[in-house]
Nanobody, 117 residues
Framework: QVQLVESGGGSVQAGGSLRLSCVASRRINTFNGMAWYRQASGSQREFVASISNGGTTNYADSVKGRFTISRDNAKNTVYLQMNSLKPEDTAVYYC???????????WGQGTLVTVSS
């Protein structure tokens, strides 16, 4: 069973920064890419950023230029550096990992980010 454990969430004022970490129980280069999603209270879960094994990144328009996704294969960890945070970034952030050759996506338990104005 794959485990993804997120950390780094917390409360910050608008304009501040946080770095989220996601540690996998398996070598992350055995997954077909990893990503971050978020879900605000009362809203649907939405895509934030993704990174492929080759390092290709994609971002939601709402976070481009402010968030950076990265990976450290040696530590089996994916990061989400969040700068210039806005109150609308408040959400539970989830790490995901996709299996090759299937539609299976693993999810972490989430970490709460709260941005106050």
């Amino acid at each position: 069973q794959v485990q993804l454990v997120e950390s780094g969430g917390g409360s910050v004022q608008a304009g501040g920064s946080l770095r989220l970490s996601c540690v996998a129980s398996r070598r992350i280069n055995t997954f077909n890419g990893m990503a971050w999603y978020r879900q605000a209270s009362g809203s649907q879960r939405e895509f934030v950023a993704s990174i492929s094994n080759g390092g290709t990144t994609n971002y939601a328009d709402s976070v481009k230029g402010r968030f950076t996704i990265s990976r450290d294969n040696a530590k089996n960890t994916v990061y989400l550096q969040m700068n210039s945070l806005k109150p609308e970034d408040t959400a539970v952030y989830y790490c995901t990992a996709d299996e090759y050759f299937s539609n299976l996506r693993h999810w972490g338990q989430g970490t709460l980010v709260t941005v106050s104005s």
